[in-house]
């Protein structure tokens, strides 16, 4: 029997995905961590024992010993994936042994990277992404088993979840890349990215949609976005933020326009993606601006304390999304 979690961001990216991955590990005992779309755009900041690593390709499963997969769903650049592997073993985490890659998964190669750097019009992270995609669909595309370099890495997911002689059952984390936001159907199009960012990605990552247990939704108590479109708001505290939040990319460090939570997005993203559990990230810095607004529609809501706008959020979300969602607030760089 197959069960699975997925963790999906509610906004733009950067919501601290690769925390709740982390932290849903110490807390379940998977069998597997899936990676189930993007590539090396994504870029997943994660404490592990007080250390802190960047990932871009490698789901974090790694760091608790567990088989971490790269989904068909994704796109990989081999340069960056091995350099990722190696920096991984030089810190004592065995990536070469837990780290597989599907071997229908689309390359990013040299010229898709050349073609994206030239990119003014959506701001993307210029990591050849969007073209890798862009051949895939077109079927031009090489995948991971034509690539000889690949050849230790590759895995049959077919046999892996379905053949597994090593486990009965499987408890797969599904960890997904970007966010609701810049979903190539549901976000701000064409400020997007090129690949699905909600959980029917991660069933199509081969899984039965009825494995599906808990959708961990992702969210920050602000918002950043980044890219070409203008989203910054106009008040002074939100640069503020910027900083006390280090909102900086993880993967092109490039600043993160800052604005209030914006609870339309929220709540749609809620919706759509079946969220029961959802975590508010980062409201260590908003208690230290001690600034508490959010976006209902076109209005700004400014609460008088942290008390009232969790309560305004949870009531609404309880009562619009899931009565029986559980909400939290963290504001904690490594735990829920
Ligand atoms: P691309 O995915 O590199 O094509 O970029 C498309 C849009 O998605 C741009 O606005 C990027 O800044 C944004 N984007 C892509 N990956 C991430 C991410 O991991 N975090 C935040 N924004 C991202
Ligand atoms: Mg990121």
Known sequence: ?????????????????????????????????????????????IYHNGKKFITHHIPCGV?????SIIGPGCVIHPETFFEEIENLEKSG????ELVKVSKNVHIITDFHRVQDSKDTDIGTTRRGNGPAYRDKYDRKGIRAFEDGRFYSFLIDLYEELYENQEFEDLEILFEGAQGF?????WGDYPYVTSSHCTVGSAILNGVPPKSIRN???????????????S????????EEIRDLGQEYGSTTGRARQVNWLDYDLLKMAARINGVNNLVFNKMDILEQ???WHLYNGPELFQFTNREDMEFWL???????????????????????
């Open 1 to 45: 029997m197959i069960t699975a979690d997925v963790v999906v961001d509610l906004q733009y990216g950067d919501c601290g995905k690769g925390k709740i991955s982390h932290a849903l590990c110490t807390k379940n005992d998977y069998t597997h961590v899936i990676r189930y779309n993007g590539g090396c755009n994504a870029g997943h900041t």
């Open 63 to 67: 760091f608790w010993g567990i088989k």
């Open 93 to 96: 985490i065995p990536a070469k």
């Open 181 to 185: 936001g810049l979903d190539i159907d």
């Open 215 to 229: 959708i961990w939704g992702v969210a920050k108590i602000y918002e950043t976005y980044v890219g070409a479109k």
């Open 231 to 238: 989203f910054q708001g106009p008040e002074a505290v939100l």
């Open 289 to 291: 601006t001690d600034t």
């Open 314 to 336: 949870t009531n609404k979300l309880n009562l619009e999304v899931n009565e029986d969602m559980e909400i939290f607030f963290s504001g904690d760089k490594e735990f829920i």
